[in-house]
T-cell receptor, first 117, second 112 residues
Framework: GAGVSQSPSNKVTEKGKDVELRCDPI?????LYWYRQSLGQGLEFLIY????????KSGLPSDRFSAERTGGSVSTLTIQRTQQEDSAVYLC???????????????FGAGSRLTVL | GDSVTQMEGPVTLSEEAFLTINCTYT??????LFWYVQYPGEGLQLLLK?????DKGSNKGFEATYRKETTSFHLEKGSVQVSDSAVYFC???????????FGSGTRLQVQP
């Protein structure tokens, strides 16, 4: 697509429920990233995919968080048994390549705002 | 690990004032450096970047120069407009994580 698409744009859920957040990257972008932006905070790196593979999952805040990517395209971030501290905007980004190239530029989606009551 | 420190906001300026937002970094080697901007209600957008020491990134009247001696990448604009009101994020490319590491962001409010 023309840009990075995320859904839902807003999600309100009750504590303890599971949620799934979806990211559809720019067509042809092999690298995909998830970040979390909490109120008044910076951007916290969660996970990175190169193709369907995530080399490093250590940025995920807890074992309630998981992410997958299929077909080298769409990615899903799943949060199980949500807690109030999970409330944040979850941002997805993609780039043409995930290498260490200095010109690497990430294109971000508009984000999914999660509110846990 | 690599990190980015930027000045806390909010920064409030009058239209046509000079803007500086400070950004310093800690990293192994000389990472590529970026400024991203988040306008109200919108997603993050790349504003400018520099890939090596002494490079100057520029866009929309904004400039930032990669200074390895001071490990800094300060954002400047000679004359701000109301439309520049946004949150500005400094970032570096973390080669270990293969991802961007961001500063905490600086909110700029420009008053007419």
């Amino acid at each position: 697509g023309a840009g990075v698409s995320q859904s839902p744009s807003n999600k309100v859920t009750e504590k303890g429920k599971d949620v799934e957040l979806r990211c559809d990257p720019i067509s042809g972008h092999t690298a995909l990233y998830w970040y979390r932006q909490s109120l008044g905070q910076g951007l916290e790196f969660l996970i990175y995919f190169q193709g369907n593979s995530a080399p490093d999952k250590s940025g995920l805040p807890s074992d309630r968080f998981s992410a997958e990517r299929t077909g080298g395209s769409v990615s899903t971030l799943t949060i199980q048994r949500t807690q109030q501290e999970d409330s944040a905007v979850y941002l997805c980004a993609s780039s043409f390549s995930g290498g260490a190239g200095g010109a690497n530029v990430l294109t971000f989606g508009a984000g999914s705002r999660l509110t846990v009551l | 690990g690599d990190s980015v420190t930027q000045m806390e906001g909010p920064v409030t300026l009058s239209e046509e004032a000079f803007l500086t937002i400070n950004c310093t970094y800690t990293a192994t080697g000389y990472p590529s450096l970026f400024w991203y901007v988040q306008y109200p209600g919108e997603g993050l957008q790349l504003l400018l970047k520099a890939t090596k020491a002494d490079d100057k990134g520029s866009n929309k009247g904004f400039e930032a120069t990669y200074r390895k001696e001071t490990t800094s990448f300060h954002l400047e604009k000679g004359s701000v407009q109301v439309s520049d009101s946004a949150v500005y994020f400094c970032a570096l490319w973390d080669t270990g994580r293969r991802a961007l590491t961001f500063g905490s962001g600086t909110r700029l409010q420009v008053q007419p």
